[in-house]
């Protein structure tokens, strides 16, 4: 099961952009609770593709595209989500995703941390970051977000 990871392009847009819309992203996304519009996308994602900050990475399998990493950097800690595509669940391929782009953020920096807001009910997102040896931090009672964290240092 080959995976290779790349920084996300320009030709991208249009593959981002639906899995941004899928149902249950919006269902389990923080910060929106809507479908987003291609004009928002395009706004959104130009901003990660031009960043020297915050980071977007595309998941190839077998030359398709099946998932995305963003990496926000804040404070020098990088605030990652993921999406995959509803094709490509549920086979093991988002945790080869998520070590693949921890990995190569490591080559740069030995020292460097992740940390992921995940809502409560989203088990899989849960199950997943755990599983890559993420530590629970807090929960926020008001809104149900965990916030998890990880110290490549520790790794």
Same mark, same amino acid.
């Given at each position: 099961?080959?995976?290779?990871?790349?920084?996300?392009?320009?030709?991208?847009?249009? /593959?981002? +952009?639906?899995?941004?819309?899928?149902?249950? &992203? #919006? $269902?389990?996304?923080?910060?929106? %609770?809507? =479908?987003?519009?291609?004009?928002?996308?395009?706004?959104?994602?130009?901003?990660?593709?031009?960043?020297?900050?915050?980071?977007?990475?595309?998941?190839?399998?077998?030359?398709?595209?099946?998932?995305?990493?963003?990496?926000?950097?804040?404070?020098?800690?990088?605030?990652?989500?993921?999406?995959?595509?509803?094709?490509?669940?549920? /086979?093991? +391929?988002?945790?080869?995703?998520?070590?693949? &782009? #921890? $990995?190569?953020?490591?080559?740069? %920096?030995? =020292?460097?941390?992740?940390?992921?807001?995940?809502?409560?009910?989203?088990?899989?997102?849960?199950?997943?970051?755990?599983?890559?040896?993420?530590?629970?931090?807090?929960?926020?009672?008001?809104?149900?977000?965990?916030?998890?964290?990880?110290?490549?240092?520790?790794?």
């Amino acid at each position: 099961m080959s995976l290779t990871i790349r920084k996300a392009k320009i030709i991208d847009l249009k /593959k981002t +952009f639906e899995w941004a819309n899928y149902k249950d &992203v #919006i $269902k389990n996304s923080i910060n929106r %609770n809507s =479908k987003v519009s291609l004009f928002e996308h395009s706004s959104w994602f130009n901003k990660y593709v031009t960043s020297n900050k915050n980071l977007l990475f595309i998941a190839i399998h077998e030359k398709k595209k099946i998932g995305m990493v963003r990496l926000d950097n804040k404070k020098n800690e990088f605030y990652l989500g993921y999406v995959i595509d509803k094709k490509y669940r549920n /086979k093991n +391929f988002s945790s080869k995703m998520l070590n693949k &782009v #921890i $990995k190569k953020m490591k080559i740069n %920096n030995k =020292k460097i941390v992740f940390k992921a807001e995940i809502k409560a009910e989203n088990l899989p997102s849960n199950r997943l970051i755990k599983g890559l040896g993420f530590r629970k931090l807090y929960s926020r009672q008001n809104n149900n977000i965990i916030l998890y964290k990880l110290s490549t240092n520790l790794c």
